[in-house]
């Protein structure tokens, strides 16, 4: 046998001479803490990206503006939207976010908060931080424009159960460091009811303080308890690392350097924390927060100036979901991506794939979902073993997601949903729902009397309520499943048999002339008049192979054979509903910051559309 000996030599040769161990496996360290192994990435040029969704996400908008009848919207008429936080307390869903008349940045600002007990039902919004009252005499510093609100993070549950919310104000169009005023906080009552303001802690970059503010400083406060919780808060360093952002501590409040913008983190199995800021930087902790590592850039990470959300799921897994692009004024798709260990991340799937026209002009109005936020480890764990986010969308709406876990792309075996055993506006297994307030998607009790149905409905001039079934991806499929109309001539249904793309194969429409077709090719063929209030039912043999075809059979009767498909596509797994017409603009084109007028009709409800689905079945 051959020395190694002169091997070993060259070995350590290289590696003194490099001062590099002899160990490259540097993932999992400070050198880089996290690693996306995935490969798949993004096309840009679709909403979807052309991933694989991430099974039974419900999405659902809990907000949409509304300039001409602010009564549609809770009395405020204002429609820039943005920076949403969530938080579960005694049985109820918080969300709060930043409001301004048009533009980010741009005074005034407040703050506003709505409520659930379910995630699907939401409340009007509620003025939580007012636009900023200042005092008499004092005046906006030279080079500000006003006043505005900014902040990273909105509740604090404290040991004792105390429901603390917050914001931060400052001056437009720069609220960071000498142009912020400081940081308010108030406290939710069991009740609903909301106590006074109180600044936590004024700007350490000004001299602003309890003589020259608007609000009193917490100290002042008779209540005992909530104080306590206000200094609990202001010494759990993880929590107030999410305030670095606009106050740098320059008086010590800190330690360590900024890791960057817009912090998240979770606490992996060994203890150590991993922090996570915007433009993929991240760094590792191993003293609770005190210290970070110097904060690297995770090349395997792309993102751009959208937040990426961390934490742990229910099932001892890990999460980040986030943009996947570098481009700011474009961020969709919203993405999610998992681990065991926290360390190596894999299965790129798809949260949120829609991006629905932006009704109104704003500047920085970034197109698609933004600024994802989960719930804040410490601000409750609502029932069920999901993951909950909240973002804005187009920086103008509102949402929320629910993302069962564990996090999963395939689905085996076969589909017969009849959706009976379930309860009405529950959740609904294994389906993908996207449900504007306008376009609704729920199971409700059928018009027969009989069991329960699938409702789709819309009465949205710009969006359309959408419901995806995925199932066993495969080469020889049947389908089968019934629908009816309840509209008496307004509103399409566009039924989709797609592949793990995105593509659609198979197309299948309802016009809102109530005419059913299906297109062979290129070709547009009819089938027949569809009466509302009246069950029918498709049946589909699929065989998705290059130059592959369908049968298709409307009520028993056979209608063709051997249909070409629209697109040559290797598989299928998708079952779409959708009230709307497919889109993909805005595009990666699409100008972002040109003035335009609103939309016309934007804040006018059009005439309902209401589709119901029924007793699904696909079988291999």
């Known amino acids: 046998m051959k020395s190694c000996l002169p091997f070993l030599c060259f070995l350590v040769y290289i590696g003194?001479?490099?001062?590099?161990?002899?160990?490259?496996?540097?993932?999992?360290?400070?050198?880089?803490?996290?690693?996306?192994?995935?490969?798949?990435?993004?096309?840009?040029?679709?909403?979807?990206?052309?991933?694989?969704?991430?099974?039974?996400?419900?999405?659902?908008?809990?907000?949409?503006?509304?300039?001409?009848?602010?009564?549609?919207?809770?009395?405020?008429?204002?429609?820039?939207?943005?920076?949403?936080?969530?938080?579960?307390?005694?049985?109820?869903?918080?969300?709060?976010?930043?409001?301004?008349?048009?533009?980010?940045h741009i005074a005034p600002g407040q703050t506003l908060l709505i409520r659930s007990e379910d995630g699907r039902k939401w409340s009007d919004p509620e003025m939580l931080f007012p636009p900023y009252p200042a005092p008499e005499g004092v005046r906006i510093p030279e080079g500000y424009d006003g006043y505005m609100m900014h902040q990273r993070m909105g509740f604090y549950v404290s040991s004792k159960e105390k429901m603390l919310t917050l914001a931060f104000y400052g001056h437009s169009e720069d609220p960071f460091e000498e142009g912020g005023i400081g940081r308010v906080v108030r406290e939710i009552n069991e009740d609903g009811t909301f106590g006074p303001i109180y600044f936590i802690r004024y700007s350490s970059h000004t001299e602003w303080n309890e003589s020259n503010t608007a609000f009193p400083f917490y100290q002042q406060s008779t209540d005992r308890a909530f104080v306590e919780a206000c200094e609990e808060l202001l010494d759990h360093i993880l929590m107030t690392l999410q305030w670095r952002d606009e106050d740098n501590g320059l008086d010590g409040f800190y330690t360590g350097e900024r890791g960057g913008s817009a912090f998240s983190y979770y606490t992996r199995k060994d203890g150590k924390t991993i922090g996570f800021w915007k433009r993929s930087m991240t760094a590792i902790s191993s003293d609770g927060g005190e210290t970070f590592s110097p904060s690297v850039k995770a090349p395997s990470l792309t993102m751009a100036g959208g937040k990426v959300w961390a934490q742990q799921t229910s099932d001892s897994r890990y999460a980040l979901v986030y943009n996947p692009i570098d481009i700011d004024e474009y961020r969709y798709p919203l993405i999610t991506i998992s681990s065991d260990d926290g360390i190596i991340f894999d299965d790129m799937l798809l949260v949120q794939g829609e991006v629905p026209p932006r009704r109104f002009y704003g500047r920085w109005k970034d197109f698609g979902p933004c600024y994802v936020r989960g719930i804040v480890e410490g601000n409750g764990n609502p029932p069920g073993e999901d993951m909950w986010l909240t973002y804005s969308m187009n920086k103008e709406d509102m949402w929320v997601s629910r993302v069962p876990t564990p996090l999963r792309h395939a689905v085996t075996g076969p589909v017969a949903d009849d959706f009976d055993t379930l309860p009405p506006f529950g959740v609904i297994p294994d389906w993908n729902i996207y449900a504007p307030l306008w376009a609704p998607v729920n199971v409700v009790s059928s018009p027969s009397e009989k069991g329960m149905v699938l409702e789709l409905g819309d009465e949205d001039p710009y969006d359309y309520a959408r419901a995806i079934r995925v199932f066993e991806e495969g080469q020889e499929v049947r389908l089968e499943w019934e629908f009816m109309t309840a509209s008496t001539g307004n509103g399409q249904l566009e039924m989709d048999i797609t592949d793990r793309y995105g593509n659609r194969p198979v197309r299948i429409l309802l016009d809102e002339e109530r005419n059913l077709s299906y297109w062979a090719g290129h070709e547009k063929k009819m089938i027949g008049k569809v009466e509302p209030g009246e069950w029918h039912k498709l049946s589909l043999q699929v065989t998705a192979k290059p130059y592959g075809h369908f049968s298709l059979s409307w009520n028993g009767k056979e209608i063709a054979d051997t249909i070409p498909l629209t697109v040559a596509v290797k598989s299928i797994e998708r079952l779409s509903f959708r009230t709307g017409p497919y889109r993909d603009l805005p595009g990666r084109k699409t100008p972002n910051e040109d003035p335009v007028p609103p939309l016309p009709g934007a804040d006018e409800k059009v005439p309902l559309a209401r589709f119901l689905i029924d007793n699904v079945t696909i079988t291999h």
């Open 16 to 104: 003194f001479y490099s001062h590099q161990p002899l160990s490259m496996a540097q993932t999992g360290s400070i050198h880089e803490p996290v690693r996306y192994i995935g490969g798949t990435s993004i096309d840009p040029d679709v909403h979807e990206g052309r991933l694989r969704y991430a099974v039974g996400v419900e999405s659902r908008q809990t907000l949409r503006v509304n300039r001409t009848q602010p009564e549609l919207a809770g009395g405020f008429s204002w429609t820039y939207s943005h920076a949403s936080n969530l938080a579960y307390w005694k049985g109820t869903f918080y969300q709060q976010y930043l409001s301004n008349p048009v533009d980010e």
